[in-house]
Nanobody
Framework: QVQLVESGGGLVQAGGSLRLSCAASGRTFRTYPMGWFRQAPGKEREFVATISASGGSTYYRDSVKGRFTISRDNAKNTVYLQMNSLKPEDTAVYYC?????????????????WGQGTQVTVSS
């Protein structure tokens, strides 16, 4: 079992920025594609960003392209989500997830391990 511990969430004004961190346990972290998902009240959990195991490939949902950046430091067993130019529509609980199998994915049901979620609130 992989343990994922998130930090960096909080309250921020529109136009501001936050950086989320997700620290993972285990020796196999560097083999896992990683993803960020979010869930707003009354809505389904949705894909935000994913990164390949090596960090060489990334993919984002359209609404965050140009504003969010996913990255990872395999030496630290950590994945990051840098969020700039935040909008009220970004308000949600953000989840870090790890995928055991090869290949990144935007489908939440293909991820095997999940963090507890961290709240991001953007005020207007």
């Amino acid at each position: 079992q992989v343990q994922l511990v998130e930090s960096g969430g909080g309250l921020v004004q529109a136009g501001g920025s936050l950086r989320l961190s997700c620290a993972a346990s285990g020796r196999t972290f560097r083999t896992y594609p990683m993803g960020w998902f979010r869930q707003a009240p009354g809505k389904e959990r949705e894909f935000v960003a994913t990164i390949s195991a090596s960090g060489g490939s990334t993919y984002y949902r359209d609404s965050v392209k140009g504003r969010f950046t996913i990255s990872r430091d395999n030496a630290k067993n950590t994945v990051y989500l840098q969020m700039n130019s935040l909008k009220p529509e970004d308000t949600a609980v953000y989840y870090c997830a790890a995928k055991k199998t090869l290949g990144w994915s935007s489908r939440l049901n293909e991820y095997d391990y999940w963090g507890q979620g961290t709240q991001v609130t953007v005020s207007s």
